[in-house]
């Protein structure tokens, strides 16, 4: 017994001991972790607040996003409103290069860890036209985890933190902002949704219930309701689509719409084109730009009144039922 107990001690020490261990670090932190919070910044005066024009060359082709009025523009797209968030990340990462790891001295080499003209090329510039970083960003490191960096006027190359080519290079996504709608679901008072089938008229009620008013009279089902306003709510693209007339996507007259109406009277509207190649070409009806969904995110949208239609008995019916059953 007493051999038993001993060894539960033993255990719980042990158990003690590693928790200790792990939140103390009586042994200090590891050398990495010494490297990553004693090296210098790769760009000592960067300031990405000042930041007003960022060009991004990758494989010869250069893209120009340009801040004004605190808003980022794809300048290279006519202008385009960029991806703010993507913006943002890539200054972020910019200002937090660090000098970690010396990898070479050697020139000739630039071109092995792709920190030359054959990886990503970015300058980021203030609004007076000064470069206050100009960097070569190169391939990833042998463990995937880190990256390859140059800055463009010296020829050490260092290990910089994290995957970098996807924060630097949208490649076929491009730096556009990808957002077709962004409102609050909670606002939403009414819908409309007009297929080639039939046409859905949903509304809020006095208790804050989904009722279907067409093509029937129904309770609609909250959940599903629900899952279609996240979706439509914050709606981004999956493709852009070149600008062509309306005529050629089926979008100049539609037959398939969805339609949200705010409480501030505002209204969301949806067009819905024809299908290509696994995706259906949309456009907001205020817009002129032309998205492409693919088909499985429009039938998020564009629902049937039977799968909307709440069959679930009132709770009365169902008490009654009870009750009838009981007397019987």
Not at 15 to 28: A, Q, S, Y
Not at 290 to 304: A, E, G, P, T
Request: aromatic letters at 6%; hydrophobic letters at 35%.
């Amino acid at each position: 017994m007493k051999t038993k107990q001993i060894l539960i001690l033993l255990g719980i020490l042990a158990i003690l001991l590693l928790t200790v261990l792990m939140l103390e670090n009586p042994f200090g932190k590891d050398e990495h972790t010494k490297k990553i919070e004693t090296a210098t910044t790769l760009f000592p005066n960067f300031d990405k607040d000042s930041i007003t024009k960022v060009e991004v060359t990758v494989s010869g082709e250069t893209t120009t996003l340009t801040k004004e009025n605190d808003q980022w523009l794809v300048a290279s797209m006519d202008n385009y409103p960029a991806d703010g968030d993507g913006v943002k990340e890539l200054l972020d990462k910019v200002a937090k290069f660090k000098k970690i790891e010396l990898i070479s001295k050697n020139p000739e080499k630039q071109a092995d860890f792709q920190v030359d003209s054959s990886g990503i090329e970015a300058k980021l510039l203030d609004s007076n036209g000064n470069a206050q970083a100009h960097v070569f960003v190169g391939k990833t490191t042998p463990s995937f985890l880190d990256s390859y960096i140059r800055a463009a006027d010296s020829d050490n190359v260092y290990v910089a933190t994290g995957y970098l080519k996807s924060v630097f290079d949208k490649s076929t996504r491009t730096w556009k902002d990808r957002t077709i709608f962004e409102f609050n679901k909670g606002d939403v008072t009414q819908m409309n949704i007009k297929s080639e089938a039939e046409e859905i008229e949903l509304q809020l009620d006095e208790d804050g219930k989904w009722q279907m008013l067409k093509p029937i009279i129904s309770t609609a089902k909250q959940t599903e309701i629900d899952s279609l306003l996240n979706t439509l709510s914050s709606l981004d693209t999956d493709d852009f689509a070149e600008q062509k007339d309306l005529v050629e996507y089926e979008l100049d007259a539609p037959k398939s719409l969805i339609s949200a109406t705010l409480n501030d009277g505002s209204t969301r509207v949806l067009l819905i084109g024809k299908e290509e190649s696994g995706k259906h070409y949309v456009k907001r009806e205020d817009k002129d730009s032309i998205f492409m969904l693919f088909k499985s995110r429009i039938n998020q949208l564009i629902k049937k009144s039977e799968d909307l239609k709440d069959d679930t008995p009132p709770a009365e019916s169902v008490s009654e039922t009870a009750e009838e059953v009981k007397e019987e």
